[in-house]
């Protein structure tokens, strides 16, 4: 368990405090590329680490993210004309370009000196494997941008999609990460002898830190002479990495794909899911249509969201339709798609968790890592210090892997030229 003041350490995530002055110090998912659009259409709103912002792509194609607010009246900028390489107030017609310069001011006289002093708030960003991404910590620490694998990725090959979470990051980070879960709250099959997640309920689990966060491995046992490992990759501070055959009731295995989560606060009571998935084939790109069958199967597909939102249709406020006769007959849980099922337990936990009143046990070995290696950062940081996982080549050349190999095979030799980054 966590005590209550480390609980508040790392859950809460805006400006000043320690959990938010460790989130600063990475690049962060702003929105989705897709949401900008094209050269000059309208701009976006943004809610990231309890900080409101606007998100547009100028008239060059350049993306930028300002403060919500004008400096000059704190009138929205989100109702701002986005033309000319700039973003306009139409309060009274300040206009400020991606650098967050006054480049127009039409309200004063033509040599006022206020043009020059006055700033709106910018923060850098990069377009990079189908999000935009922002760095919003002191300058004079910024890492470089992002570089996972599934990033350098060609576009054939990688599947970007974006979820709304209505809980705090944490424990949605903490659903990701804990692989025995799957056993039972994604057992999609519970009376079908063939359904590998009810071969071995009760996974052994390996992890060892490195520079970027940590690997860790589940072993199942799958009959006398086989295995199902299970090798993940946690990325600080909020992304994991898994191999693809997780899906294999659902039939969704026959791509060669790697998929996982970034969770991204959005304040200290909600936070945006951007799901990932790579595929490492060169020769068998992720078509729309796979992806959109696979996203179905997860309870995230085109048809699942409230129109025009990246929020669910099963959501709280209708209990998830759970089906009770599916529950009790097929599912272990009634809910229908794997991101639904993990979005019912998580979000009804209550906004943010109380881990002081929790008992851990041995299956959660990957969270009380995860836990101290997030503590520890925001210690970093506090010190002056870069936090682990910053620096993006720690973390480049690894990659997740699923594999059922034989019971007595070293998973390690068995494993290795799989868990290296070929793109």
């Not at 859950?11 to 405090?17: E, I, K, M």
């Not at 680490?49 to 792509?57: H, M, N, V």
Request: proline share 7%; aromatic share 10%.
């Amino acid at each position: 368990m966590l005590s209550r003041e480390d609980n508040e350490r790392i859950t809460r995530v805006g400006p000043g405090t320690p959990g938010g002055n460790l989130f600063r110090r990475y690049w962060m998912p702003a929105c989705l590329t897709s949401e900008l659009g094209q050269p000059d259409d309208p701009p976006v709103r943004v809610r990231l680490l309890g900080e409101d912002l606007i998100a547009f792509r100028d008239s060059k194609g350049r993306p930028a993210l300002l403060d919500a607010y004008c400096p000059h009246r704190r009138a929205p900028m989100f109702y701002g004309r986005n033309e000319d390489c700039g973003l306009r107030c139409v309060y009274h017609g300040w206009k400020f370009d991606l650098n967050g310069d006054c480049v127009d001011m039409p309200s004063e006289p033509a040599d006022t000196p206020l043009k020059a002093k006055v700033k709106i708030r910018s923060f850098p960003v990069v377009d990079c494997g189908g999000i935009i991404w922002t760095y919003m910590g002191p300058r004079d620490t910024m890492p470089p941008p992002p570089d996972h694998e599934w990033t350098r990725a060609p576009a054939t090959h990688r599947h970007v999609t974006k979820t709304f979470e209505d809980c705090n990051y944490l424990q949605a980070l903490e659903g990701g990460l804990d692989t025995a879960h799957s056993s039972f709250a994604h057992n999609n099959a519970i009376h079908d002898p063939k359904e590998l997640r009810n071969a071995d309920k009760s996974p052994s689990i390996e992890i060892e830190r490195t520079d970027y966060g940590y690997w860790y491995a589940s072993t199942r046992k799958i009959g006398p002479d086989r295995k199902w490992i299970k090798y993940y990759n946690y990325i600080m501070p909020t992304m994991q990495a898994r191999g693809g055959i997780t899906a294999i009731s659902g039939g969704h295995n026959d791509v060669p794909k790697i998929d996982g989560h970034i969770w991204v606060p959005i304040d200290d009571e909600t936070c945006h899911v951007y799901n990932w998935a790579l595929g490492y084939d060169e020769n068998t790109p992720l078509t729309p249509e796979y992806m959109e069958e696979f996203s179905a199967f997860t309870g995230r597909g085109k048809d699942d969201h409230i129109p025009g939102t990246f929020k669910l249709i099963r959501n709280k406020a209708n209990d998830y339709l759970i089906d009770r006769k599916l529950q009790k007959e097929k599912t272990y849980t009634g809910i229908t798609g794997l991101n639904t099922q993990d979005y019912a337990l998580q979000e009804g936990m209550g906004q943010i968790v109380d881990r002081s009143q929790e008992f851990l046990g041995t299956s959660d070995r990957a969270i009380v890592t995860m836990r101290r290696l997030m503590l520890e950062a925001i210690d970093e940081v506090a010190q002056g210090r870069m936090p682990r996982g910053s620096d993006p080549t720690t973390y480049r050349n690894v990659r997740a892997h699923d594999e059922i190999i034989p019971a007595d095979a070293d998973w390690r030799g068995a494993l290795a030229g799989e868990i290296v980054a070929k793109f």
